[in-house]
C-alpha cells in the first residue's frame, strides 16, 4: 500500500506528467476517444519537457551576458521576456505553477459564471505565465501547500476575469464590436495608452496611423525569432565591447578565448534560439487544455466572451502595430538611460534593457488602442508612454522577485509585473495566512456585487 | 490544386493561431468539407510547401502570399468571414 501512495507522490511531483494529467482529465472530461486521449497526454507532458530543455539553452546564452554587464558597467543587467523568466521559474516552482494553472481556470469559470466579468481568459501561455508568476510571488510571501495553490488560483482566476473586462471599453473602439474580449497581461498599460488617446482627441478629419505610407520591407519584423536574436544582438556587441575594451583580461575569461564580435553573435542567436525552443514547448503543453477550457468553459457559462491574445487587434491597425513597436521601444531605450541615471545617483536599481517581445507585441498592442481613441497622435505617445513605464516596472518588481530576481531576466508585460509588485509588496505587510485571506476576499467581491449592488442598479 | 493541409499561423504560434485553427476545422465541418488537416504554428514554419493553404489576420498577409495560397482575417473569430473566405478558396 505504501509503495503505491509514494507512486502517487511520486507522479504527482513529477511536473511533466502532473501537467499531463491535467490534459488526460481535460480530454477525459471532453469524451474524447482514446486514440486523442493517449495523444494529447503525451504531447503535453512532450511539451512540458521540451520547455525545460529550452530553458537550459537560454541560460546558456544569458548568464554569460549577465557577468558581462556587471564587467561593463557594475550593475545588474536585465532582458526582460516571459518566456525566459517563466522557464527558470518552473525549475522550483513547476508543480506549484500548474496545480495554480488548473484550479485557476476553474476560477475564471466561476466569477464568469457568477459576476459581471463574463470573460474566458484564453489565451492558454499568458495564463501560464502569470501562473508562475503568482507562485513565485505567494511562495516567497510564506505560503505554501494547499494555501499556495488555492489563494493563487483564487488571484490567477480574479486577473484573468478582471483585466478583459477593464479593456472592453476600449478594445469596442477598436474593433466596432463587443463580441471580441482581449486577454493578454499588459492591459493595464493598453488601458493608459487608450486613456492618452483620449485626451489627444479624434475627429473626423485626424489622422490615423493608416493614413502613413509606412514601408513595407520592415514587415520582417514581425517575425519574433529575428527580432529578438537582433535585439539581443545589439546589446550583446554592446556589453561585450564596452567589457572588452575596459576589462579587457576578465572579458576574455568570458569569452573564452573566443573573439568578442563573434562571441555576441553566436549568444545573441542562442537567446533566440533558446526562445524558440520554450515557445514551441509552450504551444505543445497548451495545445490540449486550451480546447479543453474552451470546450467545457462554452457549456457551464454559454454567453461569456472569448479573451484572446492580443494579435486579434492587430487587423484593425497594421501600421499602428509597426509604429507602435517602435515608439515603445525608443520609449524602453530612454527608460533605461534615466534608470542608468538614477543608478549614478546613487540609487541601486537593475538596468532593465529593451525587450523585443514586450515593445513588440505590448507596445504595437498599445500602439492600437492609443490610434483607436486618438490618431496618429494617440498612437505614438501612448506607445512611447507604454515603452518607459514597463521599464520601470520591470525594475520594480526584480526585489520582490527572491533569488529569481538574479536572474537577469524578468517578467515584462504591465499586468505580470503590476500583480507581482502590489502582492509581493503586500507581503511585507502581512502573514501568509493573512494574503491567503486577500485573495479570497477579492475573488469573492465580483461575485457579491453583482448579486447586490448591480442587481439594485439594473432595477432602477 | 486540391487542398490538403491548412496552416493557421501568426506572430507567437500560439494564441491567435490556435483560435484561428479551431475556427477554420468548424468553418469546413459547416461548409461540409472533410479530409482536410488543419494546424497552427508560428510565422517562421510559414515557407513554401509546408501547406497548401495558408491562413492568418490580415496584417500578416503580405509574409503568407509569398510561400503560397492565403486568406487573411479581418475579424479573426468571424465565423461568417471565415466560411465566406474558405468557400471562395475551395470552390475554384
Redesign the interface.
Known sequence: MRSILNFIQQVLSTPAIFVGLIALLGLVLQKKDVQTVVKGTIKTILGFIVLSAGASVIQGSIIPFGDLFQLAFGVQGVVPNNEAITSFGLNQFAVQTASIFALGMCANIVLARFSKWKYIFLTGHHALYMSCLVAIILSIAGLDGWQLIVGGALLLGFVMAMFPAIMQPTVRAVTGDDSLALGHFGSCCYWLSGQLGKMCGKKEGTRTTEDVNFPKGLSFLRDNTISIAIAMFICYIIVSGVANFTDGANAAEIFEGNNWVLYSLINAITFSAGIYIVLAGVRMLIAEIVPAFKGISEKLVPNAKPALDCPILFPYAPNAVLIGFFCSFVGGIIGLFVLALLGQAGISVAIILPGAVVHFFCGATAGVCGNARGGLKGCIIGAFVHGIVVTFLSAALLPVLGSLGFANTTFSDADFTIVGIVFGNFAKFMSGTGLFTVTAILFVLPIIYNYTLGRKRGKE | MEIKKILCF???????S??ME?NVKKALANLGIDGVEVDH????DVMTGAADLFIC????L??AEKAGKAI??????SMEEIQAKLKAVFEV
Open positions: 501568426c506572430g507567437s504560434g500560439l494564441g491567435t490556435f483560435v479551431m504554428s508560428t510565422i517562421d489576420g490580415s496584417d500578416l503580405p509574409n487573411g482575417l479581418d475579424n479573426m473569430v
